[in-house]
């Protein structure tokens, strides 16, 4: 699902610094391949095929990492954006996305997709939201995708702009 996409678009033009993309995919991977030009990205994988596809994008900007269990990622780097989208499938919390995204506090915007009310306690996402200040939902269509920050603004945001 590219739901995600215009509300990522936003998110890298309003920040700056280096990108995290937890869960490679068609849409993402390429999309923040070619908007963050300039920007180091960090693509973090655990299935093969999808770490596959990801290392077509690799260059000296872009890395992408295999990984069994998203335990190997560089949490405490400060990210001017990450995106959480990724399914962990070969640990014991096949889905920890919201304990992933808590961990990325210092990040200036995380970007987290599957959002709507019926995933959030599936993801982990409840717990995440009340972590930080700013919070933007778009929810134009299903799978809602939802923006968080400690230090930008993102309640402004609004699905025309």
């Not at 210092?106 to 919070?135: C, Q, S």
Request: glycine share 4%; net charge negative.
């Amino acid at each position: 699902m590219s739901t995600h996409m215009l509300t990522l678009m936003r998110a890298v033009r309003e920040t700056t610094g280096d990108v995290c993309e937890m869960g490679a995919g068609f849409y993402s991977t390429a999309l923040l391949h070619w908007l963050c030009q300039g920007r180091n990205v960090h693509t973090y994988e655990s299935d093969p095929d999808y770490h596959h596809y990801a290392t077509k994008f690799q260059t000296h900007t872009h890395r992408a990492h295999k990984t069994e269990d998203f335990s190997d990622v560089d949490y405490g780097r400060h990210y001017g954006l990450v995106f959480i989208d990724h399914t962990s499938d070969r640990s014991a919390n096949p889905h920890k996305r919201g304990e992933d995204a808590i961990k990325f506090e210092n990040a200036d915007l995380i970007v987290m997709h599957d959002t709507e009310p019926e995933h959030e306690a599936h993801y982990g996402y409840d717990k995440v939201f009340p972590k930080f200040r700013y919070r933007y939902d778009w929810k134009e269509c299903k799978p809602w995708t939802s923006v968080v920050s400690n230090t930008i603004d993102v309640t402004k945001w609004n699905s025309q702009s």
